[in-house]
């Protein structure tokens, strides 16, 4: 079976300590047909504070700004390092671009960084909410949890209209925290039409869906998304298809590779894809 993980996260994010090149030998131990750091960059948070202070009176709600600098820190040694490992480990040149549709232009201008492979589109928060790890969900009403649901799946489509991501990451990701920390679980089948949509738009344009295996560690118990929104993709002509790990440790990096496979098959795939100078490359699983 070829393994591959296109989800990863090293020192270059906010929320990860781990070496980036502990992290490329770990990927070489395991013998990844295809490996991808693809480090944070909220584009709603692009600058430092003080210019959303200073140029937005509703500037986002963030728990880090000045992720320019993490941007190019990251796409800089990754580059480097592609050289040094060359015909040791196929390595993608990745980065992780969060909420592209709240700042379209710097969503636009990471993504012409021509150094760059592969581009995962994700949404960790709405217009005018924190990010979802941060939302108390035990002091919203279900009427308030649908409505917030009915807004990510709304962002999700207007980013998959945008063009911008190669993949869109982690669907469903809206459920995580709900499920883990509260025991909350909605039904989000009320929003299958909106989701239809938005993998229609992508199949369309040649682009896709990761499998985030994340959820199988850490509590939630599946992956995001599950299968049946794999099986609805792939009904409505998507072929694209990656699996991450969305490791931010040595440890994860990895962690689920196989299962995500074995998902990608049950759901009707008979490739995974990763991508190189933002094109896509299938191999079978």
């Known amino acids: 079976m070829n393994l591959i993980d296109c989800h990863t996260h090293t020192q270059f994010s906010v929320d990860s300590e781990a070496d980036i090149n502990c992290m490329i030998e770990r990927a070489i131990e395991l013998g990844l047909a295809a490996y991808a750091i693809t480090d944070h960059c909220e584009c709603n ?6 210019y959303y202070v200073n140029n937005m009176p509703d500037r986002p709600d963030a728990d880090h700004f000045g992720y320019e600098k993490d941007f190019y820190g990251s796409v800089e040694a990754i580059t480097a390092l ?3 490992y060359s015909g040791r480990l196929n390595l993608i040149c990745g980065t992780e671009l969060g909420q592209i549709t709240h700042d379209m232009e710097t969503a636009s201008k990471a993504a012409s960084d021509n150094r760059l492979d592969f581009i995962i589109g994700s949404v960790h928060q709405v217009i005018g909410e924190k990010d979802f790890y941060y939302i108390d969900y035990e002091k919203m009403s279900m009427e308030e949890i649908y409505d917030l649901l009915e807004r990510y799946f709304k962002e999700i ?13 982690h669907l469903t990701y809206c459920l995580r925290y709900m499920k883990q920390r509260h025991n909350i ?5 009320r929003f299958d039409d909106i989701i239809a949509d938005s993998f229609r738009i992508l199949a369309q344009n040649g682009k896709g869906i990761e499998i985030n295996t994340s959820g199988l560690r ?7 998304p599950d299968l049946k929104y794999l099986k609805l993709f792939r009904e409505l002509g998507g072929e694209v298809v990656s699996v991450g790990s969305d490791a931010h440790t040595v440890e994860d990096l ?6 995500g496979a074995e998902l990608a098959g049950a759901a009707g795939f008979r490739r995974l894809c990763y991508f190189k100078q933002r094109k896509p490359v299938f191999i079978e699983i």
């Open 157 to 169: 489509y207007e980013l998959c209209r945008s063009g911008i991501p190669d993949v869109i990451g």
């Open 82 to 84: 592609k050289e040094k």
């Open 45 to 50: 948070a692009w600058y430092p504070y003080d």
């Open 185 to 189: 679980c909605p039904d989000i089948s």
């Open 254 to 259: 990895g962690k689920g590779a196989a299962e």
């Open 218 to 224: 850490q509590g939630f118990g599946d992956t995001f």
